[in-house]
C-alpha cells in the first residue's frame, strides 16, 4: 500500500468515527446523511482496493452509548441498514437477491421514519426496561423517560419474551412549536426532529422530557423464541394488536414497478406529513427467506434503506437583519429572494451567530444554497462566490444592539452577542410577557397585547414600573375600562405575594426554568444568599450544573439587574422563601395530573399537593401512587389504567385527601 492511500485511508477512518460521534452520541451531526454515506463508500472501496482488513469504522454499528451510561445487553442483536441513493442501486440489490432465490422477492415497503432508534423488553406481558441502540450488541438504559412517549403501553398481551423495536420521533408540527419556545427564551434550537428526540430520551430531568413531545412508531419484534408471525406484513399487524402505533403507510409489493412508484410517490408526498422521513425501508416480506439470506457484519441481507436526497436551491441574498431575544441575544437572519424548497416557501434563514457569518463568507447580493436542515429548518449551506457580484461587501456582525445602539458583549469563550440594556425596548416586550406569565407571577390580564400597548403608551418602560401603574389612566384607555383596570390591579397587587421560586423564575436568569428555581428557594431560601454564593456552592446545589452556575453569577455581577431587584423590594415584593406546610401526612405519597381541573390550576393543584408533603413526578411509572384526572386527561390514563398499584383520583378525591390530611 502507497503511504499516500494510507493517509487517505487514516484521514477518512477518523473523520468517519468523528461524525459518528456527532451523530449517535451528541445529537449534533454536521453533514447530512448522504454525505457521511459518500465518505463511507470512499473508504470501503479504497479498503477493497488495498485488500486492508485492521479495523474500521464501516464494519461496525454507530454507536449512541453515553460514557458513563448504564447498559443492557440486547437479547437480539440490532443491525443498522445498507443505503441505496437512487433507483438503480435499489434494483441492483434487488436483482442480486432474486439471481440468488430465482425469483423476484415479495417484498413490503415502509416509510423510513427520521427519528431514533428504540428497543423495549417484555416479559410476562410486562415492559421490563427500555434501551437505545446502543453499539447493536447492547443500549443504553432510558426506561425512567419511556413513558414519556406516546404510544407505549405498559402491559401487552404476550406472556413470552419479546423485544418489540421503533423509532422515537417528534412531529413537526410539536418541533416548530418547542423551537419557537426556545428561541422565544434565547434557548438554543434543535438542527431538527431526529436531534431533537435522540437528545431528549437521555435527558436526565424527566419533565423536561415531557415537554419535548415524544411519540414512537414500530416495526419489529425479536421474540426469544419462536416467532408468532411468519411475514413482515403480520409482524406490523401483531405489533398494531398489541397496542403499539405503526406507521399506516406500509405497502407490500410484488415487483419493482410497483416499488418504484411507491418511492416517488413518497418522495414527493413526504413533505404533507407531520412527521419526518428520509426513505423507504425495503424489506423481504417472508421470514424464512430473511433466514436464509442472514446477515453481514452489519447489516441484514434482506432489507436496505432507499434514501431521498435533500432538495437543495439556489436564491438570492437580499440582507442580513440582527434580531434581539428576550435575555438580549442577537441573531442574524438572513432575508431571502423568495424560494420553494421541500414543500414550503422560504423566505428567511437563521445564521445563529457570528462563527455561521463567518464560516459561509456572506456578501451582499450573494447567492446560496439552501437547504432544509433535516427538512425543516431552512439553512444556508454554503456561498456560490463565482456568482457574486464585483462590488459586493463582506456582512459583518453588529457591534451594536440594532434597537436601542447598547454596544454589544460576549464572553470569550461563548459564541452569542448579547444586548446588556435590560431596558432595551425588543426585550422589554418579552420580559413583561415571561414575567406575567401563569408559571411565574400569574398577573390575569397582563398578556401580549395590552404589554405592548402600555410600552407604546409610555405607561412602562421597564420591568417594575408594573407596580407603578395609573390605573385611572389605564381606565381611561381605549376598548379597557374600569373594571378591568380594577381586575388587573388586584391581578397585580395579588402576584407580590407569590412564593421566591415563583419570583426567581420571573425574572428570566438564562436556563433557570420552574423547577431549577425551586431547588435553588430551597437551597438558598433567599435572594440575598443566593445574589452572594459562590460557584462551588452553587455547583453542590441539586441539577445546577456549570452552565447555570455561570448564568446566575453573570446575571447578579450586572449592576443593573440588583437595581431590578432593589427595586422590586422598594415596591413590596419579598423575596424569602416561605416553606409553608399544611400537614405531612401526604409525606411518601408520589402525584401526577393529566387534563384541566375545574378548581384551581394545575400549578395551583401541585403546590398545595407538596403543602400536605406529596411529591410531584413526571409520568406514569412504578413509582406513581395516585393520578389525579381532570377533564380531556392525556394518554396518562390509558398507561396508570393498566398499572394495578396506581390509584386514579377525580379532582374531588383529591380535595377530600387533603381535608382529611388537615
Known amino acids: 500500500m502507497s503511504k499516500d492511500i494510507k493517509q487517505e485511508i487514516d484521514k477518512l477512518r477518523a473523520e468517519i468515527e468523528r461524525h459518528n460521534l456527532l451523530y449517535y452520541e451528541l445529537a449534533n451531526p454536521i453533514i447530512s446523511d448522504f454525505e457521511y454515506d459518500q465518505l463511507v463508500r470512499q473508504l470501503a472501496e479504497l479498503e477493497a482496493q488495498e485488500q486492508d482488513s485492521s479495523p474500521s469504522p464501516i464494519q461496525a454499528v454507530g454507536s449512541d452509548l453515553s460514557t458513563g451510561s448504564k447498559v443492557i445487553p440486547h437479547k437480539q442483536r440490532m443491525y443498522s441498514l445498507d443505503n441505496a441513493y437512487s433507483l438503480e442501486e435499489l434494483r441492483s440489490f434487488l436483482q442480486r437477491i432474486a439471481d440468488d432465490t430465482g425469483s ?45 412517549v406516546e404510544g407505549i403501553p405498559l402491559q401487552i398481551e404476550y406472556p413470552e419474551p419479546v423485544e418489540i423495536r421503533g423509532e422515537i420521533y417528534i412531529a413537526v408540527s410539536d418541533f416548530l412549536a418547542i423551537n419557537e419556545e426556545r428561541r422565544s427564551s434565547d434557548a438554543k434550537t434543535f438542527a431538527n426532529p431526529r436531534n431533537a428526540a435522540a437528545g431528549s430520551i437521555k435527558l ?25 408471525v411468519s411475514t413482515q406484513i403480520e409482524t406490523l399487524s401483531w405489533i398494531k394488536d398489541k397496542g403499539f402505533l405503526v406507521e ?88 431571502l429572494e423568495p424560494v420553494y424548497i421541500s414543500g414550503s416557501t422560504v423566505s428567511r434563514a437563521t445564521l445563529h451567530n457570528e462563527d455561521e457569518l463567518i464560516r459561509l463568507d456572506l456578501h451582499d447580493g450573494d447567492t446560496v444554497v439552501l437547504i432544509k436542515s433535516g427538512e425543516i429548518i431552512p439553512k444556508i449551506l454554503k456561498v456560490l462566490p463565482q456568482k457574486r457580484p464585483i462590488d459586493s461587501s463582506p456582512i459583518r456582525f453588529t457591534k451594536s444592539c440594532p434597537v436601542c445602539n447598547s454596544i454589544l458583549i460576549k464572553a470569550e469563550d461563548a459564541s ?18 415571561h414575567f406575567a406569565s401563569r408559571d411565574a407571577m400569574d398577573i390575569t390580564g397582563l398578556g401580549e397585547s395590552l404589554i405592548a400597548r402600555l410600552i407604546e403608551d409610555g405607561q412602562i418602560r421597564h420591568l417594575p414600573d408594573i407596580y407603578k401603574l395609573d390605573y385611572t389612566r389605564l381606565a381611561a384607555m381605549d376598548r379597557f375600562g374600569e373594571r378591568s383596570a380594577t381586575n388587573l390591579k388586584a391581578a397585580i397587587e395579588a402576584s407580590k405575594q407569590q412564593n421566591f421560586d415563583r419570583k426567581l423564575f420571573a425574572l428570566g436568569i438564562r436556563y433557570i426554568g420552574e423547577k431549577t428555581a425551586r431547588n435553588l428557594a430551597e437551597s438558598f431560601g433567599d435572594i440575598d444568599s443566593l445574589m ?131
Open 104 to 148: 423476484f422477492p415479495n417484498l413490503c415497503a415502509e416509510l423510513k421514519i427520521d427519528g431514533f432508534s428504540i428497543n423495549l423488553f417484555y416479559d410476562k406481558g410486562i415492559l421490563q426496561y427500555a434501551t437505545t441502540r446502543g453499539d447493536g450488541f447492547e443500549g443504553e438504559d432510558v426506561s425512567a423517560n419511556i413513558t414519556a
Open 204 to 228: 436526565k430531568d424527566p419533565d423536561e422530557v415531557i415537554k419535548r413531545r415524544l411519540k414512537a412508531f414500530f416495526y419489529s419484534i425479536a421474540p426469544t423464541g419462536a416467532s408468532p
Open 248 to 335: 399506516p403507510n406500509h405497502y407490500q409489493c410484488g415487483s419493482f414497478k410497483e416499488l418504484s412508484d411507491f418511492c416517488e410517490l413518497w418522495d414527493k408526498k413526504r413533505h404533507m406529513l407531520d412527521y419526518d422521513i428520509d426513505g423507504i425501508v425495503v424489506k423481504i416480506n417472508d421470514q424464512n427467506l430473511q433466514n436464509k439470506l442472514g446477515f453481514t457484519n452489519k447489516s441484514p441481507k434482506w432489507a436496505i434503506a432507499y434514501k431521498f436526497k435533500p432538495e437543495e436551491k439556489e436564491t438570492l441574498l437580499k440582507s442580513v437583519e440582527f434580531q434581539v431575544g428576550r435575555t438580549g441575544a442577537v441573531t442574524p437572519v438572513a432575508n
Open 416 to 433: 452569542i452577542h448579547y444586548c446588556p440594556n435590560l431596558d432595551c425596548p425588543a426585550q422589554l416586550q418579552r420580559r413583561l410577557e
Open 532 to 662: 452572594s454564593a459562590s460557584q462551588d456552592q452553587l455547583l453542590n446545589t441539586p441539577e445546577i450544573g456549570q452552565i447555570i452556575a455561570d448564568a446566575i453569577l453573570a446575571f447578579f455581577a450586572n449592576n443593573a439587574n440588583l437595581e431590578l431587584i432593589n427595586e422590586l423590594k422598594e415596591l413590596g415584593l419579598s423575596f424569602e422563601y416561605r416553606t409553608v406546610k399544611i400537614s405531612e401526612n401526604l409525606a411518601g405519597k408520589s402525584f401526577l395530573i393529566t387534563g384541566t381541573l375545574n378548581s384551581m390550576s394545575r400549578t395551583q393543584a401541585e403546590d398545595l399537593i407538596r403543602k400536605h408533603g406529596g411529591k410531584i413526578v413526571s409520568g406514569v411509572s412504578g413509582n406513581l401512587d395516585y393520578l389525579v384526572v381532570g377533564d380531556k386527561p392525556g394518554s396518562k390514563l390509558a398507561k396508570a389504567q393498566k398499572l394495578p398499584s396506581i390509584t386514579i383520583l377525580d379532582e374531588s378525591a383529591l380535595l377530600t385527601m387533603m381535608e382529611e390530611s388537615s
